[in-house]
Nanobody
Framework: QVTLVESGGGLVQPGGSLRLSCAASGSIFSRYVLGWYRQAPGKQRELVAIIASGGSTNYADSVKGRFTISRDNAKKTVYLQMHSLKPEDTAVYYC?????????WGQGTQVTVSS
């Protein structure tokens, strides 16, 4: 059983930066694949970035070069550092932990990019 709590969202101007955090419960964290997803109003939820247990990462083309996913296993936390934010990045951002039998999702945190 895992509980995920996102934080760090908010309102930011275009070109600005935010860092999202997702803190996980439980003692078995380092072995899991973690991901950040986002869902804009009227849009399908999409993958933003993933990080494997070994540290390898993959990004959606739309965020490559702007976003960085990282993890701190000691703190049981996964981060999404976002730079050069665009209005198109506006969405609710969710973290996901991929366990063996099921996926666990956080409650989401709102990111709004607007002038």
């Amino acid at each position: 059983q895992v509980t995920l709590v996102e934080s760090g969202g908010g309102l930011v101007q275009p070109g600005g930066s935010l860092r999202l955090s997702c803190a996980a419960s439980g003692s078995i964290f380092s072995r899991y694949v973690l991901g950040w997803y986002r869902q804009a109003p009227g849009k399908q939820r999409e993958l933003v970035a993933i990080i494997a247990s070994g540290g390898s990462t993959n990004y959606a083309d739309s965020v490559k070069g702007r976003f960085t996913i990282s993890r701190d296993n000691a703190k049981k936390t996964v981060y999404l550092q976002m730079h050069s934010l665009k209005p198109e990045d506006t969405a609710v951002y969710y973290c996901k932990l991929a366990a063996m039998a099921k996926d666990y999702w956080g409650q989401g945190t709102q990111v709004t990019v607007s002038s």
